[in-house]
């Protein structure tokens, strides 16, 4: 018998036979030992499932799920966290493409134990030559979980990092039906902005894992429709008034709006779909918010402004929002853009 408590790993799949072997082997390899391992096949058609399947069949803690109907990735990573064990203490998501240093596990339960109020642990990861999720003093170990939440609110530096990063207290994750808001493309953010209400966020100074682009992911869309600001406003108004004093929150919303309304305004010139002004309009309704026109209307003359300063880029970006409305027009069944 061991002393160290369960870590559940997570790993929901789509087409990912390129790097699953090496996401596989890195849990496998953990300094830690007391993990168990699920890989969520999310009805792939290439060689995901068979890998897995190998893997299982070598080690008793891998085990393999397999959807028998596809699911968007947001569901498919709820899904995952449904499959963690009911043992476990903590649990731990790991994109397919991604992977962990051999320490991972070890160093964020030794954080997580130490200071038992925490219920996220994050990290630095590497992206290429890149080091993610930097903003903290090296002192920091653990900070009060209002108080980092404030710091993202109102700062917008992100040290919570992706799910890969995180290292999450399983009980936080049960009492939620869903743990990821299935209408957010951020819904990462908005699952830590959840759970630190009621905890501290922990945080190790090493480089724990590898992440790789998605581009076939959240992240692609997300740069098409301009969600990553949306999601941000969204978040604010979900969050907002419980983290900032009512002054404090009317300045910073006042700020994201003006933002917010460029970037519409922006998307008007740029003839975007209706497929774009229904995404924002239905994200903001489900926050008990709309899109003003006339907001929007105000906001062209300096956004015009603004190409004006950079004419060739602002001509170039145009160019292609404009033949991806011609060919909307042309083919507009084979251009719908559905919600990955």
Not at 30 to 46: A, E, G, L, P
Not at 140 to 151: D, K, L, P, Q, T
Request: glycine share 4%.
């Amino acid at each position: 018998m061991t002393n160290e408590p369960l870590v559940s790993v997570v790993t929901p799949v789509y087409n990912g036979e390129e790097f699953l072997p090496q996401c596989i082997e890195s849990v496998m390899a953990q300094t830690y030992r007391n993990w168990d391992f699920t890989i969520v096949n999310n009805c792939s058609t290439d060689g995901s499932l068979a890998i897995s399947l190998k893997y299982a069949a070598t080690d008793p803690r891998i085990k393999v799920v397999n959807n028998t109907n596809f699911l968007r990735i947001l569901e498919n990573h709820n899904r995952a966290l449904r499959c963690i064990s009911p043992e476990a203490k903590y649990c731990k998501v790991l994109f397919a493409d991604d992977w962990l240093f051999s320490n991972c596990l070890e160093s964020m339960v030794a954080n997580a134990e130490l200071h038992p109020s925490v219920g996220i642990v994050s990290s630095y990861a590497l992206a290429e030559e890149r080091v993610l999720w930097t903003g903290l003093p090296y002192s920091s170990h653990v900070v009060e979980g209002r108080e980092i939440c404030r710091r993202k609110l109102t700062c917008g530096k992100d040290v919570f990092g992706t799910p890969t990063a995180q290292l999450i207290r399983a009980d936080l994750v049960r009492k939620r039906a869903s743990f990821y808001n299935e209408r957010n493309l951020h819904a990462d953010t908005e699952a830590c902005l959840d759970v630190l209400q009621e905890s501290d966020f922990g945080f190790v100074h090493q480089i724990l894992s590898y992440s790789r682009a998605r581009p076939n992911s959240n992240d692609s869309f997300a740069k098409g429709f301009d969600t990553h600001i949306l999601g941000m406003l969204v978040t604010f108004l979900k969050y907002g008034l419980i983290y900032l004093d009512h002054d404090a929150y009317d300045n910073y919303l006042k700020e994201r709006l003006k933002d917010y309304y460029r970037i519409l305004a922006k998307n008007v010139l740029r003839c975007r779909s209706m497929a774009f002004w229904r995404f924002h309009s239905e994200a903001l309704h489900a926050v008990g918010w709309k899109i003003e026109p006339l907001r929007v209307a105000a906001s062209l003359p300096s956004e015009l402004f603004s190409m004006l300063q950079r004419p060739a880029s602002s001509l170039m970006d145009l160019r292609r929002s404009w033949r991806e409305a011609a060919l909307r027009l042309v083919h507009p069944r084979s251009s719908e853009v559905r919600l990955p």
